[in-house]
């Protein structure tokens, strides 16, 4: 038999690889024991599967390797969210000062009470169209100012708000933080959306957690969170940064990152692309209007350079013979207009010539009139010693009327008054 161990005191301390292999040989008496739980986490590196057991009804949960030798024997399938039963030893590993369940056997026993509500959850979502791909918004093309949900100090508050700032350095935000795991988890990123959905300055919210294994990213698939997430108003960003598992959250959000890095570099364009974009934009612009401008440069210059616009004189030219022929003809037509004016000019001077009472007096005829004036016309108006007056070609002559003479047929006028009435 080995001798007791001394009692260990503050003179007598034992030393940390004492109190080690006396954890180890304690733990190594409980043997292999049987199981049952939920797997909450698996995942494979080296052919080995490194995961976490969680009880089906209590807040508890151990960690779990499964050498490669081991795993070849498991059934197939076996993953995250599956409801097991396990043969396990408790190993503690003494360097390290860890615990870890060693697994010989597992069998699957069914699906997960856990994956399964989520499950249920999830087709009682879909059904309400609330995954609806018609329903997500579009996000702004450059939000003023960005809501984030985030735990306090954390590497996905610093990831996003350094990534976005360094894309659009003007960019603000609304920071509320919120237990991102744990029983507070649910109610205080619940509160943090409503709060900021609320906020009429907020652009966009995004809530964000680096990453973290399935149990830790429960909350994000509690009916509760998710309601809120579906109804608010801003378009919100889930960047809970975890490929392997979507939370339900990822699914009604406007948009899925797959991390904070990821969400910040979706929500702000970059800067310097937006400037590189602009740039491309004028440069396009004033290709096309300098070409356009050449275009119609070259234009003027061919329209210039026909001969009918080459020099002026060639209308002059062109029109001198045509010029000369109207002028002759002008001139032609205007000498016989005036010949014909001079040949009826004096037609007619020779028309009021012949009727002229001067040229019937040139031939030998008198004009007699009485003292008044009065025209004789006939010798029966005349008595004898009225005074006459007689209009010759030249000149005028006083006269006395005598006895009135026989007509060419002999007979003598019968006296009448000056209106033709007999004497």
Known sequence: MTDAPAPSSADAPWPVGQLSAKLKDYIDRLGQVWVDGEIAQWGVSGGNVYGKLKDVSQDATVSFVIWSSVRATL???????????????????????????????MRRVGLGDLLERLERLRATLAAEGLFSPERKRPLPFLPQCIGLVTGKDSDAEKDVIRNAQLRWPSVRFRVVHAAVQGDKAVAEVTAGIRQLDADPEVDVIIVARGGGDFQNLLPFSDESLVRAAAACETPLVSAIGHENDRPLLDEVADLRASTPTDAAKRVVPDVSDELARVQQVRSRMLTRVTGAISTEVERIAAIRSRPALASSAWIVDTRADELTRGVARGVELTSRLLERAHVDVDERRAQLRALSPQRTLDRGYAIAQTATGAVIRSAATVASGDALVLTLADGRLAARAEAPLAGPDGATPTPTTPEGRPA
């Open 75 to 105: 059934p197939d399938g076996l993953g995250q969210g599956d409801r097991v039963t396990a043969l396990v030893k408790a190993n503690w590993w003494v360097k390290g000062g860890t615990l870890t369940m060693q697994v010989s056997q």
